[in-house]
């Protein structure tokens, strides 16, 4: 007796240990830690640093497609469009399954019909694309084709980018609709997450599904355009209005593209509308301006009690949510000199389709958990029948478990809170522009050379310490891709200092041998 006691008495103490070293372990442990360095060595002008990170993650055997995405990104922010466009293929072509029907879009589970898949946590599951990241990939990989003097492939990716966002509405749309409702103790468990995630709803309500990026509608729109596809070009501008009917650029192109198709609709919608005819005659030279803001939240473990059925207890399960209020874009003026050529409009929040994605694969995220929960108060209602060492073994391993299990907060964090749009007509020449801050007066400066008969594309990622910008002529007329450092007009990280004239923060050859850096911000 005495001897079963001593082993009893071991056993204990060595769940004790186990547990006391797993809480050193996990204590000092930040989930993020590596992806705020990531970020603030972009918003340093420290390329080199976010790229290393996101070649690390490619070598994970659970983040590869994560790692794609990211150093796509990365390499996009660095002018190395070339490197960049090889990244987003790589996780584009992961994507997208051939099969003797055609090819098939696979993204990120939805609904509850995904099932636990490792006995550990969701950071042990290969990471899935998803459906709004893949989207923002392929958007991201017409510009590189543009950047890179291939409108061509852009127009390809395009038209991929139109087929994947169909595929994924009738993915989704089944999913949902065969997803099974969770009951019992996983129903328990939505409830408890759904009221965590209710600081998200107003973010939510900014998008229609996780899915539809009015962006990626609107440029899908100009390629068809400049490829004389007028009833393609009509329908993608279309549904870029649906999704930002707000937006008085994606209304004019809508509406102008519209009178090309349909007489009878386009007198209706431009008497409900009450647009004015004249608004909608394009300039022969123009520019179209994309601005990006900051960078989207990331998500957060956050701990949910949950009944135990059977056994009169609660655990503690982790469960990702975002917590950072709705972000306010900042109201941007168009500017040279004293003239205010316009004011960009908002074209879609990155913000909310991250949020919206969450909440649609929160019901997988809870089966899959709570079925783990089940499975460890199985055993031990097992090994509680069995001798103490089996007894003890187990409960050590599953206070363990409890106390390392994390929640799966991966997600595409370079990506921008918001994107802006502008477009209008300037005259042919070049141009020191303006883009100036009207919430807090901040102004960043960078010169653009446009010819007659150009539409100029001006791309602006501006992530806090410094703004990346590219142009490109949207219609093969004008000079070749350029690519500039300007200063940031975001508060809340301190200013880089700009890097040599010619080279890219990140040291690779510019866009343009003659690139040069506008550094310049003041406060008006």
Not at 420 to 444: C, D, F, K, W
Not at 492 to 513: D, K, L, V
Request: include cysteine; hydrophobic fraction near 40%; charge should be neutral.
């Amino acid at each position: 007796m005495r001897q079963k006691d001593r082993g009893g008495f071991a056993w204990r103490c060595g769940a004790a240990s186990a547990v006391a070293l797993c809480l050193l372990m996990t204590g000092c442990v930040s989930t993020n830690v590596s992806v705020d360095h990531a970020l603030n060595a972009l918003r340093a002008g420290d390329n080199a640093h976010a790229l290393t990170w996101a070649e690390d993650l490619k070598t994970s055997i659970y983040s590869k497609r994560l790692g794609d995405i990211e150093a796509g990104r990365v390499r996009m922010l660095s002018g190395d469009f070339l490197g960049s466009s090889t990244n987003f293929s790589h996780a584009i072509e992961g994507v997208i399954e051939k099969t003797e029907n055609g090819p098939v879009v696979k993204v990120g589970d939805v609904g509850a019909n995904v099932m636990a898949g490792t006995i550990t946590d969701d950071r042990t599951r290969a990471y899935n694309i998803a459906a709004y990241e893949y989207i923002q990939a392929l958007t991201y990989q017409m510009l590189d084709d543009l950047f890179l003097g291939k409108p061509d492939a852009a127009a390809v990716e395009a038209r991929r980018a139109v087929f994947a966002q169909d595929a994924i509405a009738e993915k989704y749309g089944k999913a949902m609709q065969e997803g099974k409702k969770p009951t019992g103790m996983q129903a328990t468990a939505l409830g408890s997450v759904n009221a965590k995630m209710q600081g998200m709803e107003p973010v939510i309500q900014l998008s229609r599904s996780s899915y539809e990026n009015g962006l990626t509608w609107y440029l899908c729109g100009l390629m068809f355009e400049q490829d004389q596809d007028l009833a393609n070009a009509s329908l993608a501008c279309r549904k870029a209005w649906e999704l930002t009917p707000g937006n008085p650029y994606v209304q004019r192109d809508f509406l102008r593209l519209l009178r090309t198709q349909d007489a009878e609709a386009f007198k209706g919608l431009m008497a409900q509308t009450g647009t004015d005819p004249q608004t909608l005659v394009r300039s022969q030279t123009e520019i179209i301006v994309i601005v990006e803001e900051g960078f989207v939240p990331q998500r957060q473990s956050v701990k949910v009690p949950i009944p135990v059925p059977g056994v009169n207890t609660l655990t503690s399960i982790d469960f990702p949510v975002y917590q950072a209020p709705a972000y306010v874009p900042m109201a941007l003026e168009i500017r040279e000199q004293d003239h205010t050529y316009g004011l960009s409009a908002l074209a879609v929040s990155l913000q909310s389709l991250a949020y919206r994605d969450l909440k649609e694969k929160m019901p997988g995220i809870v089966v899959r958990n709570v079925t783990r929960v089940a499975t460890r108060v199985a055993a031990q209602a097992v090994a509680n029948q069995g001798g103490d060492a089996v007894k003890y073994g187990v409960m050590a391993f599953n206070v363990i478990s409890t106390i390392i299990n994390k929640a799966d907060t991966r997600a595409w964090y370079t990506l921008p809170m918001v994107s802006h749009l502008y477009r209008g007509a300037i005259a042919p020449g070049e141009h020191m522009l303006e883009l100036r801050n009207q919430s807090n007066g901040l102004v960043t400066t960078f010169p653009v050379k446009v010819v007659a008969g150009e539409t100029r594309l001006i791309w602006v990622a501006d992530i806090g310490g410094n703004a990346r910008i590219a142009t490109a002529s949207l219609n093969g007329k004008g000079a070749p891709a350029t690519f500039q450092v300007c200063g940031s007009l975001l508060f809340g990280c301190p200013q880089m200092i700009a890097p040599a004239a010619g080279e890219t923060t990140a040291g690779a050859p510019a866009a343009n041998e003659t690139a040069q850096l506008g550094y310049e911000r003041k406060q008006q």
